[in-house]
């Protein structure tokens, strides 16, 4: 049966800014749905507050609304369109709190409009921890002991009758907020008192820590015929009392015996079926004993897509949002024909012949005062995939693409040394923990040892122990005896070049040069879903290294499955794990990127590692290779490929990085030239030009110690702006107002970031902050946008609201800013974006910085003036187009507000202060008619505060 006929119009709910537990997974969930909707003729509509996403893009539904995530602005579009359906499964917990809202306050009913994906029963099932409680029970899915609490005193009586430890999760909350493992009494008041507050319903559950059990979790879908599949199954390495989004997980299951797995994937059919009579998808989490009887325990079940969804898509090749939505609106599954291999239905459960490991990424040094230990609340804020033949290759790959300056695990000289810091990291689960295993058996520590502390299965830890012992024998040769077995082993573990040299004690390019002269070079898999059970054509690749194959009377080969067109090829690099300063936004670029150059006729290539993003789905690109943004990782692709060239300048710092390799090596870098990226971050030759071409600059000078900057202080005068060079989101930039506080921050500057040169500015107190985006093409310019940020100077770019158009600069300064940004776009030879940033007081516009790249601000623009400035940059890169090809017609009535969003509920007792280092996690956009707005007046009033301290 086909869809649901009288399915005409489909609204979906986004999932608003990026924060901490709710991530750019969605815009791609939402992205696949969207474009699912369309290819079957229904009309789509969005809303969605998030300016960064693809998925607000104009081109990804037939109607977008940048608009706040609340049931005022759910009833101004449904009085506008004739809309028959909701999909609020894409949106994460906004979306599903939003539908209740409006389910609550009857606005559905009264504008008749269906609720698909979910019931609003299962919502509330799922969410309020004691109805989920109390279901399980009448369907016999075991439960760990548990009570609701509504008020401090029944939370206290239940943690007396319970004892500890014991876990307290408040109800309709994400991404684990207020949620607390309790190891003691003298904790417990402060961690109630947080998680009802947490709660919107001022309720908790309290349940029986299940100490030391394994854990768990399933992805499923089911239509409309009651026909069930699991998509994948994902261990975490980590045990319970880790929230899944901050524990290092495996697919697949890797510890779990096949009798154990039966009845877990028996429990979660039964539960998706008990909570609903709805077609689309679960996630749903499982504790397992770790002792021999297996016993499993349900800890929750999500009726929507997750992160984990994103994750399970990528390690499968399922897109189980697009199949999910296809679901919703009323295929079965064995209707869906050419969907996901190209020559299969959908009715069947991926089976893979490698293994993907996530890691998560922190920011813990954005979040001054905030606890490093890490529980049921989460604290990360991106996440990596790496992809591998074997356990230890796909954690190598993972380990190496976190860009936390790891190589990979042990072979780099950075481990810890002492014993009572690796008994604590092990003890109080640290962010680093997955590099301290490693440490602790370098140090001798026993595996039965750290298992006893960690309660990590001893299978992964023997895992460890191997890749250790390898590094030992390898370390007692040199590059001239170590043998071709033992070097081609090594690759196949994951272990870099960078690595091995270490352990060789020889250059990098040495082992590069060594193996490939012996013919241990990288080979390419395709992620096939079905484990080539079916043909598969899905272009998206892994690598991995294999001994070579010999038939009788040929070469030896080795069976690789990326087969390279003779098309004129471009290479976009993406920009990693997310992080605070680099997120959504330059995903967003890379994927315009990707779409500009295939619209000039090239084969384009992604390279990116990280599974929540659109950029990694596996039709945006013509080919995906899912590899670490890791320079060996790249060469290789790059002479596999032969590409024309290399877009770095949409990746943000992640490819940025990889410029001046890519330079040395002889590759073409597309768009600005190493040069003249190099020449922006040099302050030096920087102040040079522009000097040169008599554009203000705040004093400043370069200092490599703390002598030399104490000695510029007296030069400067206070306030003083310290800040590393080649660093994104303002990391390490301090305002300093006196020379002890400055030799404290550049010693503690110094200590994290070693050999850096820091940039001391004069800071130029009370200025006004603005910044300019502009595409040129090596001689003509364009400027996309100006913008005044409401704080002044001295809060970072990304964490200030920002206007569009500027609202109360004079003519004598906009000119001011459009000149400098013409001459200094033209002096570095631009070709692409650039940004610049400026402070402007008593009329005079200082230049603060220039970025010849993407910036964050971009699609903020783009979606403001509704023109597709990066499509229309990348043809520029390409020589494809010229400025003066395009014709511009920016389009906004009144003015939009970028405005920032924090996550610091995250962290207890965090410095909220704002300063010259970003501490925001995402962004909305707010559209007004005039400066007479309340919002504007709100926001403006800020600053009025700022300039008084």
């Known amino acids: 049966m086909p869809k649901k006929q009288h399915l005409k119009t489909v609204l979906i709910i986004g999932s608003g800014p990026i924060i901490i537990g709710q991530a750019c997974e969605f815009d791609y969930a939402g992205t696949q749905s969207l474009r699912s909707l369309r290819d079957d003729g229904i009309t789509t509509v969005l809303i969605n507050s998030n300016p960064a996403t693809i998925m607000t893009d104009p081109t990804m539904a037939d109607h977008v609304y940048l608009k706040p995530l609340t049931t005022k602005s759910i009833i101004e579009i449904l009085k506008k369109h004739d809309i028959d359906a909701v999909l609020p499964t894409m949106g994460g917990q906004t979306a599903l709190n939003l539908c209740i809202e409006a389910d609550e306050k009857g606005i559905w009913k009264?504008?008749?409009?269906?609720?698909?994906?979910?019931?609003?029963?299962?919502?509330?099932?799922?969410?309020?921890?004691?109805?989920?409680?109390?279901?399980?029970?009448?369907?016999?899915?075991p439960v760990a002991p548990a009570e609701t609490a509504t008020s401090f005193l029944k939370g206290k009586e239940?943690?007396?009758?319970?004892?500890?430890?014991?876990?307290?999760?408040?109800?309709?909350?994400?991404?684990?907020?207020?949620?607390?493992?309790?190891?003691?009494?003298?904790?417990?008041?402060?961690?109630?008192?947080?998680?009802?507050?947490?709660?919107?319903?001022?309720?908790?559950?309290?349940?029986?820590?299940?100490?030391?059990?394994?854990?768990y979790e399933l992805e499923l879908l089911r239509d409309k015929n009651d026909n069930v599949v699991i998509i994948c199954t994902i261990e975490n390495m980590d045990p319970m009392g880790i929230h899944t989004g901050d524990s290092i997980t495996v697919a697949p299951a890797m510890t779990l015996s096949d009798t154990t797995y039966q009845r877990m994937r028996d429990m979660a059919i039964k539960m998706m079926r008990s909570i609903g009579d709805f077609a689309g998808g679960c996630n749903v989490q499982f504790a397992v004993s770790p002792d021999e009887n297996e016993d499993i325990i349900a800890i929750e079940i999500n009726p929507r897509v997750s992160r984990s969804s994103a994750l399970a898509s990528k390690a499968t090749g399922y897109p189980i949002a697009k199949i999910a939505t296809k679901l919703a609106i009323g295929y079965s599954l064995?209707?869906?024909?050419?969907?996901?291999?190209?020559?299969?239905?959908?009715?069947?459960?991926?089976?893979?012949?490698?293994?993907?490991?996530?890691?998560?990424?922190?920011?813990?040094?954005?979040?001054?005062?905030?606890?490093?230990?890490?529980?049921?609340?989460?604290?990360?804020?991106?996440?990596?995939?790496?992809?591998?033949?074997?356990?230890?290759?796909?954690?190598?790959?993972?380990?190496?693409?976190?860009?936390?300056?790891?190589?990979?695990?042990?072979?780099?000289?950075?481990g810890y040394t002492d014993?009572?810091?690796?008994?604590?990291?092990?003890?109080?689960?640290?962010?680093?923990?997955?590099?301290?295993?490693?440490?602790?058996?370098?140090?001798?520590?026993?595996?039965?040892?750290?298992?006893?502390?960690?309660?990590?299965?001893?299978?992964?830890?023997?895992?460890?122990?191997?890749?250790?012992?390898?590094?030992?024998?390898?370390?007692?040769?040199?590059?001239?005896?170590?043998?071709?077995?033992?070097?081609?082993?090594?690759?196949?573990?994951?272990?870099?070049?960078?690595?091995?040299?270490?352990?060789?004690?020889?250059?990098e390019s040495e082992v590069y040069n060594y193996r490939s002269k012996l013919g241990i070079q990288r080979v390419y898999k395709l992620v096939d879903t079905c484990a080539a059970e079916f043909s598969a054509k899905t272009p998206y690749y892994y690598s991995t290294f294999e001994e070579k194959m010999q038939l009788k009377d040929q070469e030896p080969f080795s069976d690789n499955e990326s087969v390279v067109s003779d098309r004129k090829k471009i290479v976009v690099l993406g920009s990693g794990p997310n992080r605070i300063g680099q997120g959504i936004e330059f995903d967003y670029c890379c994927v315009h990127g990707i779409l500009a150059a295939s619209e000039c006729g090239y084969e384009t290539i992604m390279i990116n590692c990280n599974p929540e993003t659109v950029s990694t789905d596996f039709d945006v690109a013509d080919k995906l290779y899912f590899e670490p943004v890791f320079w060996e990782h790249i060469y290789d692709i790059i002479q596999h490929e032969k590409p024309e060239g290399v877009i770095v300048q949409l990746g943000g710092q992640t490819a940025l990085k990889l410029a001046e390799k890519l330079e040395r090596y002889g590759v073409?870098?597309?768009?600005?030239?190493?040069?003249?990226?190099?020449?922006?971050?040099?302050?030096?030759?920087?102040?040079?030009?522009?000097?040169?071409?008599?554009?203000?600059?705040?004093?400043?000078?370069?200092?490599?110690?703390?002598?030399e900057a104490l000695a510029l202080a007296d030069e400067l005068d206070f306030p003083i702006?310290?800040?590393?060079?080649?660093?994104?989101?303002?990391?390490?930039?301090?305002?300093?107002?006196n020379k002890e506080e400055l030799e404290t921050h550049v010693v503690d500057l110094l200590r994290k970031i070693p050999n850096n040169k820091l940039l001391l500015d004069h800071y130029l107190d009370g200025a006004i902050e603005a910044e300019a985006d502009a595409i040129c093409d090596g001689e003509d310019v364009y400027i996309i946008g100006i913008m005044e940020h409401i704080e002044p100077c001295g809060i970072h770019s990304g964490d200030s609201n920002a206007t569009l158009p500027v609202f109360n600069l004079g003519e004598y300064v906009l000119q001011q800013i459009k000149d400098h940004t013409v001459k200094i776009a033209r002096e570095l030879k631009t070709v692409g974006l650039i940004n610049i940033q400026f402070a402007v007081k008593n009329d005079k516009v200082y230049i603060i910085e220039a970025n010849p790249r993407a910036s964050r601000t971009v699609p903020f623009i783009a979606k403001a003036y509704k023109e597709p400035y990066v499509n229309y940059a990348t043809k520029v890169m390409l020589g494809d187009k010229k400025v003066k090809d395009f014709n511009f017609n920016p389009q906004l009535e009144g003015y939009a507000i970028k405005q920032p969003v924090f996550s610091f509920n995250k962290f207890h007792n965090v410095n909220k202060q704002l300063g010259p280092e970003m501490k925001s996690t995402g962004e909305s956009i707010l559209f007004i008619d005039s400066l007479k707005d309340d919002q504007f007046y709100d926001l403006y009033s800020r600053r009025k505060m700022y300039l008084t301290k």
């Open 110 to 141: 009264d504008f008749g409009v269906e609720l698909i994906g979910v019931d609003i029963d299962a919502i509330n099932i799922t969410e309020d921890r004691e109805q989920f409680k109390q279901l399980l029970k009448t369907i016999d899915i």
């Open 334 to 414: 064995d209707e869906l024909e050419n969907q996901i291999t190209k020559s299969t239905s959908a009715l069947f459960e991926p089976t893979v012949d490698y293994v993907i490991v996530k890691i998560p990424r922190w920011n813990f040094d954005k979040f001054e005062g905030s606890d490093r230990t890490l529980g049921l609340q989460m604290k990360s804020v991106g996440e990596v995939m790496g992809i591998g033949r074997s356990f230890q290759e796909a954690l190598h790959k993972a380990t190496q693409s976190l860009e936390i300056k790891r190589n990979g695990l042990g072979a780099d000289g950075k």
């Open 721 to 737: 702006l310290v800040r590393p060079s080649y660093v994104l989101g303002g990391q390490g930039m301090k305002i300093v107002i």
């Open 158 to 215: 239940i943690a007396q009758k319970f004892g500890f430890p014991i876990v307290i999760r408040p109800s309709f909350t994400l991404g684990g907020t207020g949620a607390a493992f309790v190891h003691n009494a003298e904790e417990f008041d402060d961690l109630l008192t947080r998680g009802l507050e947490a709660s919107p319903i001022h309720e908790v559950l309290i349940d029986k820590a299940l100490v030391g059990w394994k854990e």
């Open 419 to 507: 014993y009572d810091q690796i008994i604590s990291k092990l003890t109080y689960a640290s962010w680093d923990r997955v590099f301290v295993i490693y440490d602790a058996i370098q140090m001798g520590i026993p595996l039965s040892r750290i298992h006893e502390i960690t309660k990590i299965d001893l299978w992964f830890l023997r895992q460890y122990e191997e890749l250790y012992a390898l590094e030992k024998e390898i370390s007692s040769y040199s590059i001239d005896t170590v043998d071709k077995a033992l070097l081609l082993e090594a690759k196949q573990k994951g272990f870099a070049d960078r690595q091995i040299a270490h352990m060789l004690d020889c250059m």
């Open 668 to 707: 073409k870098i597309i768009g600005t030239s190493f040069q003249a990226l190099d020449l922006a971050e040099d302050r030096g030759s920087f102040s040079t030009l522009l000097k040169k071409n008599n554009i203000p600059y705040p004093d400043f000078g370069v200092a490599e110690n703390a002598d």
